[in-house]
């Protein structure tokens, strides 16, 4: 019902900045309550980077102040802001959202903070 792409992923040098942007399409689009990011590491379970609902926003600990969560309602697009990126941001960021009919995921894009 929904259909999130992601985009922004690639190679990025330690203190640099990165926009990752996903798109929802479909018909459920205009029912999205939520819009997130959440991050998988190898090795490490897939945890919340930042999340946007009705207005409000919260973040990971670990990336508070570095990364801003945004959401453009009309386009069906959130994105998210890295700055001051660290090794330790390397990891495959996916999209989701939810909605009244239920949650949804991207594929993953991958960000990789090395020198």
């Known amino acids: 019902q929904v259909q999130l792409v992601e985009s922004g992923g690639g190679l990025v040098q330690p203190g640099g900045s990165r926009r990752l942007s996903c798109v929802a399409t479909?018909?459920?689009?205009?029912?999205?309550?939520?819009m997130g990011w959440y991050r998988q590491a190898p090795g490490k379970e897939r945890e919340l980077v930042a999340r946007?609902?009705?207005?409000?926003?919260n973040y990971a600990d670990s990336v508070k102040g570095r990364f801003t969560i945004s959401r453009d309602v009309v386009k069906n697009t959130v994105y998210l802001q890295m700055n001051s990126l660290k090794p330790e941001d390397t990891a495959v960021y996916f999209c989701?959202?939810?909605?009244?009919?239920?949650?949804?995921w991207g594929q993953g894009t991958q960000v990789t903070v090395s020198s």
């Open positions: 989701n959202i939810e909605s009244p009919y239920g949650s949804a």
């Open positions: 479909g018909r459920a689009a205009a029912w999205i309550t939520a």
């Open positions: 946007t609902f009705s207005g409000r926003t």
